[in-house]
């Protein structure tokens, strides 16, 4: 059974910190990693891949993916009011299954 | 571009009763899937769809049947409604299975009583 699992918080983080969201995964073979970021009564929004290990930026976002310790990781910097969502990670496993896992997901709240 | 588009956005049914959910994508995307998310349970997979003309079980397929109709469409049916079937329903695409990179339609929230 692949496992992803993440703190279901509520993670609370003033404005303007640096917020920091985790994940592990059961399945060594995963290659694929994505977070989602969910708005309450809205969609799952694909905001970050990574596929390798290292830190992957865009923006305010940060990516880290470390496959030796099977975590991977969200870093938001400036963090708004308007981040204020659940962030969904998801592991997919290439060479055969690739359908992603999605963890449970973390509740992050930015307050000004 | 729309991207994903689910219909319908909401609805109430009978136990027994049967009923389809529409998705249609306009990305030229291969790959498609059916969600259901219902809390503390996280999102978890139907039904996919590889590409055009197979469709294959995802961990909770019992109760629903899927047609991918075409390219473009991606159909999740309830035969005969259970309760325990009501969650909201996320249709996804991505333009091929590897890497997953889904891109989802904005839900169905169906409660059946």
């Known amino acids: 059974q692949k496992e992803v699992e993440q703190n279901s918080g509520p993670l609370s983080v003033p404005e303007g910190a640096i917020a920091s969201l985790n994940c592990t995964y059961s399945?060594?073979?995963?290659?694929?990693f994505f977070w989602y970021r969910q708005y309450s009564g809205k969609s799952p929004e694909l905001i970050m891949s990574?596929?390798?290990?290292g830190d992957k930026e865009d923006g305010r976002f940060t990516a880290q993916l470390n496959k030796a310790s099977q975590y991977v990781s969200l870093l938001i910097r400036d963090s708004q009011p308007s981040d204020s969502a659940t962030y969904l990670c998801?592991?997919?496993?290439?060479?055969?299954?690739?359908?992603?896992?999605f963890g449970r997901g973390t509740s992050l709240i930015v307050h000004p | 571009n729309a991207g994903v588009t689910q219909t319908p956005k909401f609805q109430v049914l009978k136990t027994g009763q049967s009923m389809t959910l529409q998705c249609a994508q306009d990305?030229?995307?291969?790959?498609m899937y059916w969600y259901r998310q219902d809390p503390g349970m996280g999102l978890r997979l139907i039904y996919y769809?590889?590409?055009?003309?197979?469709?294959d079980k995802g961990e909770v397929p019992n109760g629903y049947n899927v047609s991918r109709l075409n390219k473009r469409e991606f159909s999740l049916r309830l035969e005969s409604a259970a309760p325990s079937q009501t969650s909201v329903y996320f249709c996804?695409?991505?333009?091929?299975?590897?890497?997953?990179?889904?891109?989802f339609g904005q839900g169905t929230r169906l409660t059946v009583v």
């Open positions: 990574i596929y390798s290990n």
């Open positions: 998801a592991v997919s496993h290439s060479g055969g299954s690739y359908i992603p896992t």
């Open positions: 769809s590889a590409s055009e003309g197979t469709t």
């Open positions: 399945d060594r073979g995963s290659q694929s």
């Open positions: 990305m030229n995307h291969n790959s």
């Open positions: 996804a695409s991505s333009q091929q299975l590897d890497p997953p990179e889904a891109f």
